[in-house]
C-alpha cells in the first residue's frame, strides 16, 4: 500500500490541477495537521485514495469550515484494507487553542481508547500532529512530544508512526525518519511518500 503523508505546508507539487496523477498513484493519504482546509479539499478532489485526517495546534478552523470530501480520524481507529490507523491530533498546550493538551489530558485521551485498541488488536499507523516525547521533539513547550504517544509505541509497537508539527526547516536535529523499536516514525512535514 502507498501511503502519502502531508502536514504543516501546502506542497506546490500536490496543489497543481494541471498534475493530478501525483495523486492517483496513492492508495492512502494521512493529513497530520495545520493545513488549510481548501487544500485538504482539493486533494480529496483528485485522489481515490481516502483523505485522513487530525488536527494540528492552527486548526481551529475546521470547526467551521471542515475540508470537504475528507475523514477526520480523532480519537478512534480507522480501518482501511486491513491496515488500522489510530488518530491523536494537537500539540502540547502552550497558549489558548481548541487543539492543544497538557501532557495529562493527552493521556487520558489515550485510556479512553482502551476498548477500541482491545477490539482491534492494536494498529498499524499512528497519526498525530505532535511528535511523541524524545522522537522528533523539540526542547521549547511548543514542540515537545507527548508521553502518551510514547506509551502507545512501546506497548503495541505499530509499523508507523507519522506526525508533523516539527518543521524540518527548524534545525538540522529535525529529521524525516527515524526508528523507535519496532517503529519507523516518520516526520510528514510538507509531504512525504511510504509504503506499507
Known amino acids: 500500500m502507498k501511503i502519502l503523508a502531508i502536514s504543516d505546508v501546502e506542497a506546490a507539487p500536490l496543489?497543481?490541477?494541471?498534475?493530478?496523477?501525483?495523486?492517483?498513484?496513492?492508495?492512502?493519504?494521512?493529513?497530520?495537521?495545520?493545513?488549510?482546509p481548501d487544500y485538504l479539499s482539493f486533494i480529496a478532489t483528485y485522489t481515490h485514495?481516502?483523505?485522513?485526517?487530525?488536527?494540528?495546534?492552527h486548526d481551529d478552523i475546521y470547526q467551521t469550515r471542515p475540508p470537504l470530501g475528507c475523514i477526520c480520524v480523532e480519537d478512534q481507529i480507522y480501518c482501511h484494507?486491513?491496515?488500522?490507523?489510530?488518530?491523536?491530533?494537537?500539540?502540547?498546550?502552550?497558549?489558548?487553542?481548541?487543539h492543544q493538551y497538557t501532557q495529562a489530558e493527552m493521556h487520558r485521551r489515550r485510556r479512553r481508547l482502551w476498548y477500541a485498541l482491545y477490539r482491534h488488536g492494536g494498529f498499524d499507523i499512528l497519526l498525530t500532529?505532535?511528535?511523541?516525547?524524545?522522537?522528533?521533539?523539540?526542547?521549547?513547550?511548543?514542540h515537545q512530544g507527548f508521553h502518551a504517544f510514547r506509551a502507545l509505541l512501546n506497548r503495541y509497537a505499530p509499523a508507523y508512526m507519522v506526525h508533523g508539527h516539527t518543521h524540518l526547516n527548524y534545525g538540522l536535529h529535525y529529521v524525516r525518519q527515524s526508528q523507535y523499536q519496532d517503529t519507523t516514525?516518520?516526520?510528514?512535514?510538507?509531504?512525504?511518500?511510504?509504503?506499507?
Open 129 to 142: 500532529h505532535a511528535p511523541a516525547y524524545g522522537i522528533h521533539d523539540g526542547a521549547d513547550l511548543p
Open 49 to 57: 485514495a481516502p483523505v485522513l485526517y487530525v488536527h494540528g495546534n
Open 81 to 98: 484494507n486491513g491496515v488500522r490507523i489510530l488518530g491523536l491530533g494537537g500539540s502540547l498546550r502552550y497558549k489558548r487553542g481548541e
Open 15 to 36: 496543489w497543481d490541477p494541471l498534475q493530478p496523477r501525483r495523486l492517483k498513484q496513492v492508495d492512502l493519504i494521512l493529513s497530520c495537521g495545520d493545513l488549510s
Open 185 to 196: 516514525v516518520l516526520n510528514a512535514y510538507g509531504w512525504h511518500c511510504f509504503t506499507l
